[in-house]
């Protein structure tokens, strides 16, 4: 029997902070959403829409490269302070590749990289 890989994931819009739930210290990776708040007030001066576009296509490229990491991981707890996790977690749910990762989504204020490794060390010790 292989072990199961849990991962949680702390994100907002902007970023996400990856961590893999191991018996040793907790490292955490970052990735980053390309479309940066510069881009948004350089692509909102000249159209609204291009600027929408821009955005979705942007967040699509974000949470196809999270869905990558998530692929390989049996349990994955995605928390953070914005509505970005549910986005990300509806559109899993939505792919058949990822009908046997166990994926729970909670909602919590933005913390500390000491805090975001006691939540997932807690999540992946109590289940």
């Known amino acids: ?5 849990n991962l949680g994931i702390w ?3 902007a970023s996400a902070h ?7 210290p907790i490292e955490t990776k970052t990735i980053a959403s390309a479309f940066t708040h ?11 829409g291009l600027m929408h576009n821009k955005e979705q296509h942007r967040q699509a490229e ?3 490269r999270l869905g990558a990491i998530i692929k390989t991981y049996d ?19 939505a792919d058949p590749h ?12 933005k913390m500390t990289e ?9 999540y992946f010790t109590n289940n």
């Open 1 to 5: 029997m292989t072990a199961t890989k």
């Open 11 to 13: 994100m907002d819009h």
């Open 18 to 24: 990856i961590m893999e739930f191991t018996t040793d």
């Open 38 to 48: 510069e881009e948004k007030e350089q692509s909102f001066s000249k159209s609204e």
């Open 62 to 64: 974000y949470y196809k």
């Open 75 to 93: 349990k994955v707890i995605l928390f953070g302070p914005t509505n970005a996790k549910v986005e990300l977690f509806n559109l899993l749910r």
């Open 98 to 109: 990822y009908a046997h990762t166990k994926i729970d989504v909670q909602q919590t204020d």
């Open 114 to 122: 000491n805090q975001e490794h006691a939540f997932v060390r807690e």
